[in-house]
C-alpha cells in the first residue's frame, strides 16, 4: 500500500516562492506526479519525476529523492491563478495504478 | 480536440436507487480509471481497467460497479450497497504499461448527491 503526506494548506503572497513537501513510503516506486487542482474542476497534470534530482518547467519545479521518499513542488513568482490544491501521486510496482495524497491548498494573497 | 467526457455533471438520486455515471474518452487511451474525491482526502481509486473487457478493483471498490465493453468508454455504477455515495467522481485515462511516464488525462467530474 501507499502512504502520502503533504501539508493541508497554505498562504502566500502574490509574487513570492512557495514549496509544497511530499512523503510517501510505498511498496514499490515507479515514479511521482505532481497535479494542479483548481476547485470543482479536474487535476491537471504538472510534472513526473522518477529519477532523483530537479525538473524545471517554467514558473514550476518538482525534486525527488528515492532514498528519502521525499518529493517538493516550487511554485516561483506566484500569481492569483496559482491558488488551487497541489496533489502528490506515487505510480507504485503495479504501473496502472497511482496513488493521491490528500492534496495541499495554495492561497495566494495581493 | 481529444478529450474526455463526464456526464452529467450534476447529479441527484434518492438512497437506494442504482445510478450510473457516464465517462467516454477519444483519446485513443489505453486504460481508464475511477477516483473518488471527498473534502480533506485525497483521490481514491474504485476501479482501473488496462484493455478492453478487462478491469480490476481498487481500494474502496465495494458497493461499485463497471464495465469496460468499448476501448472508448468505462460507465461507474453506484450501487445501493455503497454506504456513503454522495461525493465528487473523477474519470481519468492514460496512454498503455509502455508510456512509462504518461500522465493521467482526466474529466470534469460528476458530483452525486444521495438524499
Known amino acids: 500500500g501507499q502512504n502520502i503526506d503533504q501539508p493541508t494548506e497554505m498562504t502566500a503572497t502574490e509574487g513570492a516562492i512557495v514549496q509544497i513537501n511530499c512523503t510517501y513510503q510505498?511498496?514499490?516506486?515507479?515514479?511521482l506526479f505532481w497535479y494542479q487542482q483548481h476547485a470543482g474542476e479536474a487535476p491537471t497534470f504538472l510534472s513526473y519525476n522518477v529519477l532523483d534530482g530537479l525538473e524545471e518547467k517554467g514558473r514550476f519545479s518538482s525534486f525527488l529523492s528515492r532514498s528519502k521518499g521525499y518529493s517538493y513542488l516550487l511554485l516561483k513568482e506566484l500569481q492569483m491563478k496559482d491558488s488551487a490544491s497541489y496533489l502528490c501521486a506515487v505510480r507504485d510496482q503495479d504501473d496502472y495504478k497511482l496513488s493521491f495524497g490528500a492534496g495541499t491548498t495554495v492561497t495566494v494573497r495581493a | 480536440d481529444g478529450g474526455i467526457t463526464q456526464s452529467p455533471k450534476y447529479l441527484f438520486r434518492k438512497e437506494g436507487q442504482n445510478v450510473t455515471l457516464s465517462c467516454e474518452q477519444n483519446?485513443?487511451?489505453?486504460?481508464m480509471y475511477w477516483y473518488r474525491q471527498d473534502p480533506g482526502q485525497g483521490l481514491r481509486l474504485i476501479y482501473y481497467s488496462q484493455i478492453v473487457n478487462d478491469f480490476q478493483k481498487g481500494d474502496i471498490a465495494e458497493g461499485y460497479s463497471v464495465s469496460r465493453e468499448k476501448k472508448e468508454s468505462f460507465p461507474l455504477t453506484v450501487t445501493s450497497a455503497q454506504k456513503n455515495p454522495t461525493a465528487f467522481y473523477l474519470c481519468?485515462?492514460?496512454?498503455?504499461?509502455?508510456?512509462?511516464?504518461?500522465?493521467?488525462?482526466f474529466g470534469n467530474g460528476t458530483r452525486l448527491t444521495v438524499t
Open positions: 483519446l485513443n487511451h489505453d486504460a
Open positions: 510505498t511498496s514499490g516506486f515507479n515514479g
Open positions: 481519468a485515462s492514460r496512454r498503455g504499461r509502455e508510456s512509462y511516464n504518461s500522465p493521467l488525462h
